[in-house]
């Protein structure tokens, strides 16, 4: 399914590194190349009466038909607890529970372990705004990743984020697409490649400046008058 800000994608990536040990390798090294000192993964079984309905989860998340088989027979995937075992040089490590670390480790967990689903399988990956919750280099480094792994698979999303427009030895002019907003409320969708600009010319610098369209057109800052 789409993944959009917000997706639950947690019992999808927990199901992942809770079968899967190249899963759960695959998202450590997500998580460490990414700085987030995470040492380990650890899901455990919570006491009965804290399991969540899982068809209910899936149906609400519209998970696809595919996988449900297999979530609704793996025993105890629903009482499953996230942490992460953080060591810093020179302490001991500790051990945080997923509900107190911040919305970006989680958001990156989720799609480290979607992201190795994808790329293992030669799938698609649907994502609107890849930025929510995302820090600008981990964006980049989150594409890298996938462009640097993948086979066969395909990563499309959608993104605020103009920085990426930077990376012009991976991004090629005809993969990046723009939303353009017509007089009358509609959207015009069109590619870099229908512009043609010298071969030295930034992109991102031509987007500032106005030479792809695709901007809001702001009014002005002050309220009174």
Known sequence: PIIVPGS???LWANGLVDKSPEAKQFVLRMLNNADFNIEEIALKT????SEINIHEQMELEKFPQNIRPHLESMK???????????????????????ELESAGTNRYYDLSGILYDVVSKNQCMLIDELENSLHPD???HFIKTFLANAKEAQLIFTTHNINI???QDNLRK????FTQKSKDGSTELYS?????HRKELSFINAYKA?????????GSIYMEG
């Open 138 to 140: 981990l964006i980049d």
């Open 165 to 167: 427009l930077s990376d």
């Open 46 to 49: 919570l006491k009965e009466g």
């Open 174 to 177: 005809d993969v990046i697409w």
């Open 76 to 98: 105890g995937y629903g009482r499953k607890s996230l942490s992460f075992l953080r060591k810093v040089p020179g302490s001991v490590p500790v051990s945080f529970p997923a």
């Open 210 to 218: 106005g030479k792809f369209g695709a901007k809001p057109k702001l």
């Open 8 to 10: 639950n994608m947690r």
């Open 192 to 196: 870099m490649a229908d512009f043609s």
